[in-house]
């Protein structure tokens, strides 16, 4: 949050080139993890990665818009601000690209804060996105991860710091977070 938005979009240019570094590794991981075959996981980690680019693009974009009014001196301004905490539950059957990226990124750079938890079927995925993260050096408390299972969740849920939540699985469970 104390960060610009272009200085956030920088991070993802550092993130982008962790994720080409390691993609063979990543790609392994997940293949082994998840039972995928290697083409399945190598498209996950590049789906991944253009997500990290896309977020590096809009990073140095102007946000916001304007709304033009009917009264000639007036106009409307949209700004985005950082919601603050944001909860991310990961599938197990999408570890990579959907949680650790498509969910996460986006939330990071419009300047909230992260707490990541994989589902409990693919930890060592989970873990590798959070090194990827640390590998970029972004700053401490920003991308948190925290392993567990369904109970882990439920606490994530009902906790009155986490903001909003991005949940990706099953309709019962989304429909429990919803209530709660």
């Not at 304007?66 to 950082?82: A, L, N, Q, Y």
């Not at 995925?125 to 590998?135: K, L, N, S, T």
């Amino acid at each position: 949050k104390s960060l610009s938005r272009i200085q956030r979009a920088e991070y993802f240019w550092k993130l982008a080139k962790v994720l080409e570094s390691k993609t063979e590794y990543i790609v392994n991981a997940i293949s082994l993890e998840t039972g995928k075959s290697l083409n399945e996981s190598r498209a996950e980690v590049i789906e991944a990665l253009h997500m990290v680019q896309f977020c590096f693009g809009k990073g140095r974009e102007p946000c916001g818009n304007v709304i033009s009014s009917e009264i000639p001196e007036r106009d409307s301004f949209v700004i985005r601000k950082p919601k603050g905490v944001v909860a991310v539950i990961a599938p197990w059957n999408f570890p990579f690209a959907i949680g650790g990226f498509w969910c996460a990124s986006p939330a990071l750079l419009e300047g909230n804060t992260v707490v990541f938890k994989p589902s409990e079927l693919t930890p060592m995925v989970g873990q590798i996105i959070a090194e990827c993260f640390d590998e970029a050096r972004f700053p401490p408390g920003v991308f948190n991860l925290l392993h567990g299972d369904g109970v882990v969740g439920s606490k994530i849920a009902t906790n009155d710091n986490i903001n909003h939540i991005a949940f990706t699985g099953s309709v019962e469970v989304g429909k429990y977070i919803r209530q709660v």
